[in-house]
């Protein structure tokens, strides 16, 4: 396993549209592995595929992460069967060090995925599931949580990457060992 170098905004494969995953054979575990490996050292509750660069639908999340206990899950080919409620909570996202925007997401969702082992599940949830979920299906359509801030708190948060990257602050905060 190896920890992959995590793409920053405004990188471009984080605009890109990921790909369906059509083959699930060696190449693909390694990057579901290195996935996993990355998204621990780096703290994170969810790591994309597009956020290492690789433009392939595939999510891993860790579901313990307010728990402090570990749950990690892999979902493949992602999509949205059901949407209930509204919920407006913070979020972070690991291509944008220290930057935490207040974003409205489904207070439950039902998905269809499929597991590593190629096999089609369905799984439904609430609040952090949901945001976690939606947060990074969004990356997988090359979407981010600052897309869904008003026009003026976007640009606001911009400012703020700019000026960060002017500092040299913006800068990868998860270094590969
Ligand atoms: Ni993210």
Redesign the pocket.
């Known amino acids: 396993m190896a920890i992959r170098k995590i793409e920053l905004y405004p990188s471009e494969v984080l605009r890109e549209r990921a790909k369906e995953v059509e083959k699930f054979d060696d190449e693909f575990n390694k990057l579901v592995d290195d996935m996993i490996e990355t998204m621990k050292s780096a703290n994170g509750a969810?790591l994309?595929g597009n956020?290492v660069g690789v433009p392939l639908r595939i999510l891993v999340v860790d579901l313990g992460a307010l728990q402090e206990k570990e749950d990690i899950r892999v979902y493949v080919n992602p999509e949205l069967v059901s949407k209930e409620g509204e919920r407006l909570e913070s979020e972070g996202?690991?291509?944008f060090p220290q930057i935490f925007v207040e974003v409205k997401r489904p207070k439950k969702i039902k998905i269809r995925a499929f597991n590593r082992e190629g096999k089609l599940f369905e799984e439904e949830g609430e609040d952090f599931f949901s945001k976690a979920l939606c947060?990074?299906m969004d990356?997988l359509d090359g979407v981010l949580?600052i897309d869904h801030l008003s026009p003026i708190k976007k640009e606001l948060a911009k400012r703020k990457i700019k000026k960060m990257i002017k500092e040299g602050l913006w800068k990868d905060p998860y270094p590969q060992k």
Do not use: K, V
């Open positions: 969810g994309a956020q996202c690991l291509s947060h990074e990356h949580m």
